[in-house]
């Protein structure tokens, strides 16, 4: 008899021009407009770093060993890039040429003077071009200052130096993820809460004091668990499938990478779907007016879907500073906060704990949705 239901469930709600628009269309259309309006940030994204083309001339007859410090930096990381592509030129309108030509970002030229920095135009190159000159110019006076205070430790401050050459390296605390990617797990997070209005549908169908097939289910000698427990699962379902089909429109066909292993996708997805159908069953189970049961799930998913960073990206990150209490017990904001960690540092005790509060959040809703509808009366149907 579930198996029956279930899939007589699934029929029903798979033919709701509502469900199909709403929960299906509606994201990928939001998620669209999201690419077209992010796309270029996530991929430019400064925090994804680009081999530097620079230029070197050295006109001093001697080097206080900058050269040797480009040398380091122009190696490959362990994860094969490098910070700078270097190229020598011995005259500096060679290099002045170059740069004019494209092929250098930027050159270095070291005279007796000092060593200054020549770059076309301001920007992030020239940015990390001046920061390596800054940091350079640090070391050097460091050695300096050793060398004139206290001589008979320079030999040790040497050594400390040469165990740490690179002035400049790439660190990464995971995957390189673009702050703009918030508005993506965001929009999954919104997805997934829309998944109440199938709830609280569900629940009308199937309690007799909100509708005429709802009265007949009542009569019916199947259990009233058993009809819950199947429209619950098959909404579930339905969810799950659009949240999969959003995630995977966004990584392939958009291409836009969220970072995220398929396995904690597709369990962060189902968390997520599971939030949003056991909040919906709550809703339903104490709303008993038909129009409050369309009203409160779009307010409750919106307003979540707001605090979680879907209309203003850093309201997540005021809320953790003033109220760090309503992440904790926003669905919305837990599901995009482990999705960002999940992505960013790996599966992390944050990520864990994220997906654990959700989980608690689901078997409260359950819970407390089943003593309400158990204690459902009815004089006669």
């Not at 690419?35 to 925090?47: H, R, V, Y």
């Not at 409750?300 to 879907?310: D, Q, V």
């Not at 995009?336 to 864990?352: E, K, L």
Request: with cysteine; hydrophobic share 45%.
């Amino acid at each position: 008899m579930f198996l029956r239901i279930f899939i007589y469930k699934l029929k029903e709600l798979s033919r709701k021009y509502w469900l199909v628009g709403w929960n299906f269309a509606f994201p990928l259309v939001l998620a669209t407009a999201f690419a077209l309006g992010f796309g270029n940030f996530i991929k430019d994204a400064p925090e994804n770093l680009k081999t530097i083309e620079t230029g070197y001339v050295k006109e001093a007859k001697e080097s206080a060993g900058f050269d040797t410090v480009l040398e380091e930096i122009s190696k490959e990381s362990n994860d094969g890039a490098a910070i700078i592509a270097l190229s020598e030129y011995s005259e500096k309108d060679d290099a002045i040429q170059a740069m004019n030509e494209g092929r250098i970002e930027g050159f270095f030229l070291e005279t007796e003077d000092g060593i200054e920095t020549i770059v076309p135009t301001n920007g992030f190159s020239a940015t990390i071009l001046n920061e390596i000159v800054r940091q350079y110019n640090n070391y050097a006076n460091v050695v300096t200052k050793i060398a004139e205070d206290h001589p008979e430790k320079i030999k040790d401050a040497m050594e400390a130096l040469s165990e740490n050459p690179a002035i400049a390296t790439e660190h990464s605390f995971g995957s390189d993820t673009s702050q703009y990617l918030q508005y993506f797990f965001a929009l999954l997070a919104m997805a997934s809460l829309f998944s109440s209005w199938i709830s609280t549908h569900t629940l009308e169908g199937i309690c007799a004091n909100m509708s005429e097939q709802g009265k007949r289910v009542e009569c019916a000698p199947t259990p009233k668990f058993t009809s819950i427990a199947a429209g619950v699962l098959a909404g579930f379902l339905l969810q799950l499938v659009s949240n999969i089909i959003l995630a995977l429109y966004i990584q392939y066909i958009l291409k836009i990478d969220l970072g995220l292993p398929i396995f904690s996708l597709v369990l962060l997805c189902s968390v997520g779907s599971a939030a949003g159908i056991s909040f919906g069953t709550l809703m339903g189970s104490i709303l008993k007016d038909e129009k409050l049961l369309m009203v409160i799930p779009l307010v409750f998913s919106m307003i979540c879907s707001f605090f979680s960073g879907l209309m203003w990206g850093n309201i997540k990150q005021i809320i953790q500073y003033h109220c760090p209490i309503v992440n904790r017990i926003n669905p919305a904001a837990l599901l995009t906060d482990a999705m960002y960690v999940r992505s960013t540092y790996g599966a992390t005790d944050v990520y864990r704990q994220d997906i654990a509060i959700m989980c608690v959040m689901v078997a409260g809703c359950l819970i407390l949705s089943s003593m309400f509808l158990r204690r459902r009366r009815y004089v006669s149907l």
